[in-house]
C-alpha cells in the first residue's frame, strides 16, 4: 500500500532556477512529514521536515509547503545546485513511531 | 560520532538460503527501523525497534523477521531468500521515534 508517492520519478532543472519536487499522501492520520536526500551508495540523508501544525517550513534553500486538505507536500529548491543532483525521498508518519517513504524523484541539476 | 554502520555492505546469496544483515546505531539511539530499497518502490518499511521490542511491522511476510539486543544493535534475517528479495536493505536509528532519522549506507543483497 503506497501511502506515500512520488509521482515523478525524475526531474531535471537548470542551475541557478527553481526545483519543484512533489509528493501526496493518502493517510490522514499522518502528521510529520519529512524530506531525505540520497547519493548514490550512501543512505539517506535528513534535509527538512514540517509538521501538520504548519504549512511552510524554510532552511536555507530549501522550503517544503504542506497542503493538509489537499494531502500534498513539496519541496521547494532555491536556487538549485548541481550538488543537489539526488534521489529525493518524501515521507511521512503519525503517531505510531513508523515512517512511510515515497518512490523517491531523481533530480539532476544541469550546470 | 560515529554514525550508523551496517555490515556486510555486500552480500550475494542463493535461492532458498538465509542471510542475517546487522545493523549498529548511533551510540544512544534505542530505536532502529529497517527498510528495503527497491528500483521504483523507494524506501519499503520493514520493522522498527524499540528497547528490544519490535514496536511496529510492515507489510513483509513472515520470512522477514528481526531482532534487537540489549545494547541496541539490530539484526535482519531473511529467510529461505527469493529472487525478489534483491534490493538495498538499509537501517536507521533514532533516539526515540522518527525524528532526525540517520540511516546507515546499507546493505546490497543480491540473491542468484
Known amino acids: 500500500d503506497q501511502q506515500v508517492k512520488q509521482n515523478s520519478p525524475s526531474l531535471s532543472v537548470q542551475e541557478g532556477r527553481i526545483s519543484i519536487l512533489n509528493c501526496d499522501y493518502t493517510?490522514?492520520?499522518?502528521?510529520?512529514f519529512l524530506w531525505y536526500k540520497k547519493y548514490p551508495a550512501e543512505g539517506p540523508t535528513f534535509l527538512i521536515s514540517?509538521?501538520?501544525?504548519?504549512d511552510k517550513n524554510e532552511d536555507g534553500r530549501f522550503t517544503v509547503f504542506l497542503n493538509k486538505s489537499a494531502k500534498h507536500l513539496s519541496l521547494h529548491i532555491v536556487p538549485s545546485q548541481p550538488g543537489d543532483s539526488a534521489v529525493y525521498f518524501c515521507?511521512?508518519?503519525?503517531?505510531?513511531?513508523?515512517?512511510?517513504f515515497g518512490a523517491g524523484t531523481r533530480l539532476t541539476v544541469k550546470p | 560520532k560515529a554514525g550508523v554502520t551496517q555490515t556486510p555492505r555486500y552480500l550475494i546469496k542463493t535461492r532458498g538460503q538465509q542471510v542475517t544483515l546487522s545493523c549498529s546505531p548511533i551510540?544512544?539511539?534505542?530505536?532502529v527501523s529497517w527498510y528495503q530499497q527497491t528500483p521504483g518502490q523507494g524506501l519499503q518499511f520493514l520493522f522498527e525497534?524499540?528497547?528490544?521490542?519490535?514496536?511496529n511491522k510492515g507489510n513483509f511476510p513472515g520470512r522477514f523477521s528481526g531482532r534487537q539486543f540489549s545494547n541496541s544493535r539490530s539484526e535482519m534475517n531473511v529467510s529461505t531468500l527469493e529472487l525478489g528479495d534483491s534490493a538495498l536493505y538499509l537501517c536507521?536509528?533514532?533516539?526515540?521515534?522518527?525524528?532526525?532519522?540517520?540511516f546507515g549506507s546499507g546493505t546490497r543483497l543480491t540473491v542468484v
Open positions: 551510540s544512544g539511539h534505542r530505536s
Open positions: 493517510n490522514s492520520m499522518f502528521d510529520y
Open positions: 525497534y524499540f528497547s528490544e521490542t519490535q514496536r
Open positions: 536507521a536509528s533514532s533516539l526515540q521515534g522518527f525524528e532526525g532519522y540517520t
Open positions: 515521507a511521512a508518519s503519525g503517531n505510531n513511531n513508523d515512517m512511510r
Open positions: 514540517i509538521s501538520s501544525i504548519k
